[in-house]
């Protein structure tokens, strides 16, 4: 049997004793979850000279070929070194907790991620031509700890995406938009989707959909033209209607037997919708006006039934429902200048804005560099349809065809090209921050340094 330990003279003060490493539980307290260590493979230590391999920390115990850990099951040992050790000691908890406290959730689910990329702009914005949305999903569970965003999803930037661990890529662009009959390793777009699910990298692509919400690309662009009131050119449409059904259908009925044989068959009649009676005065008589909502194929058959009755189909309105505009939302925007502006200033504001140290500009017909600006067009990307027949001193875009061109400078409009690409990618700086609030900052967002647009001046 050990001996017990000697008792202190009277007078002097038992020793401290030594407080073990700090272990996984205290460090979380302090520290929260330990921060994301990158994939890397990690180097073996060196022996010390002559000595053995022998790193095991003071609160684990070995027993034969097993180690076994005094911490928590379930936690990893989470060691510090020893001058951290002491000064996280000699810290006053207060002290540690105001500077700061990482995120105790650094990661989301793929599946609770694109629902909230789709909150941020709904993907019924987008035109009904383009290919948006989740593009290629790896293997469910998929967690995302970083997203990059880029404009455009080439290879260069696929292998930018690999070499940070991005689990994530928004491309602005849909890298595909033409359908792939086969993925295999003969074309850079088929390439793309192997090296994506190789890496486990989603792929995202809102397009079309961020030009159309108000804190979308377009009105990121007109904020190089200054202080100004900007409204859709093309405004975007509920994506349901406000009440059940299609048409409207209206008739008035001058006898309640003529009413109740009607109503009777109109109710069988599947979906049909808010069907109301009023009794009205009409020429003096009094009738009663019934209102009925329904959908495309259910008119034909309601139409069917109230012509069988000449005076009904005589007293008949049919209405076509609306869907309700979005305010503020849509594609391109007619954006009116607070102050009138030379063309000469608004070209060198553009620049400015876009960080580009060139632009093509086309002077209107009648019209000089000199000559006042107030209401100017704009698309992001390719705008020659969005801009076609509107009126405005100038066009603002990234591309338009030749004859387009001519025919805006015919009309005395001016036409500012700035590459398609160039009307969008610096929009991205902002999305970062925006998405960043939006997902609580839950991922870490990083924007892409490979993409770039294709074409330079020589």
């Known amino acids: 049997m050990r001996p017990p330990p000697p008792i202190p003279p009277p007078g002097l003060a038992r020793p401290a004793p030594q407080r073990p490493p700090l272990g996984p539980a205290e460090a979380a307290e302090l520290w929260g979850a330990p921060p994301r260590v990158p994939r890397l493979p990690r180097p073996e230590p060196s022996a010390p000279p002559g000595g053995s391999r022998d790193f095991r920390p003071a609160h684990s ?3 034969g070929s097993s180690r076994q850990s005094a911490c928590r099951p379930g936690l990893r040992p989470f060691l510090l070194p020893a001058r951290s050790r002491m000064l996280l000691l000699c810290r006053p908890l207060h002290r540690i907790r105001a500077a700061g406290r990482p995120p105790s959730r650094c990661l989301m689910n793929l599946k609770e991620l694109v629902p909230a990329l789709n909150d941020f702009a709904s993907l019924s914005l987008a035109e009904s031509w383009d290919n948006v949305g989740l593009l290629v999903e790896p293997s469910p569970p998929h967690a995302v700890r970083t997203l990059l965003l880029t404009n455009d999803l080439t290879e ?7 070499q940070k661990n991005a689990d994530l890529i928004l491309s602005y662009h849909p890298p595909i938009f033409a359908p792939l009959k086969r993925v295999t390793w003969r074309t850079w777009k088929e390439r793309l989707v192997v090296r994506a699910l190789e890496h486990r990298i989603g792929i995202y ?3 079309t959909a961020y030009d159309a919400v108000p804190h979308g690309v377009n009105n990121w662009l007109s904020k190089g033209l200054g202080a100004c009131t900007s409204v ?7 994506p349901s209607h406000p009440t059940e059904g299609t048409h409207r259908v209206e008739f008035c009925a001058d006898t309640t037997e003529r009413l109740e044989t009607v109503l009777s068959k109109i ?10 009676t009023l009794p009205v005065r009409v020429d003096g008589e009094e009738q009663t006006r019934v ?14 039934l109230l012509s069988q009755d000449s005076l009904l189909y005589q007293r ?16 391109g925007r007619l954006c009116t200048l607070s102050e009138p502006a030379s063309l000469s200033d608004i070209t060198e504001r553009i620049k400015s804005h876009l960080k580009l140290p060139h632009v093509r500009l086309a002077v209107g017909t009648g019209k000089t560099l000199d000559s006042p600006v107030k209401k100017a067009a704009l698309c992001a990307g390719s705008g020659s349809s969005v801009l076609k027949g509107v009126e405005a001193d100038l066009y603002l875009t990234g591309e338009m065809s030749h004859h387009d061109v001519l025919d805006a400078v015919a009309n005395g409009i001016s036409v500012i090209l700035c590459e ?11 999305l970062r921050d925006t998405l960043t609030i939006h997902l609580q900052n839950k991922i870490n967002i990083i924007l892409s340094e490979k993409d770039r647009d294709p074409l330079q001046v020589v």
């Open 267 to 276: 109710k069988d009649i599947p979906e049909v919708f808010c069907l109301t």
């Open 291 to 304: 209102s009925l909502n329904c959908s495309q194929k259910a008119l034909l058959e309601v139409v069917a």
């Open 316 to 331: 008949t309105e049919i209405l076509l429902l609306q869907k309700p505009l979005l305010p503020h939302t849509g594609m």
């Open 61 to 63: 115990t070995q027993t």
């Open 205 to 207: 692509s809102p397009h």
């Open 156 to 162: 260069p930037v696929m292998e930018e995406a690999v």
């Open 420 to 430: 398609h690409s160039n009307t969008e990618r610096g929009f991205l700086s902002e």
């Open 232 to 238: 859709p050119l093309h405004p975007s449409t509920a």
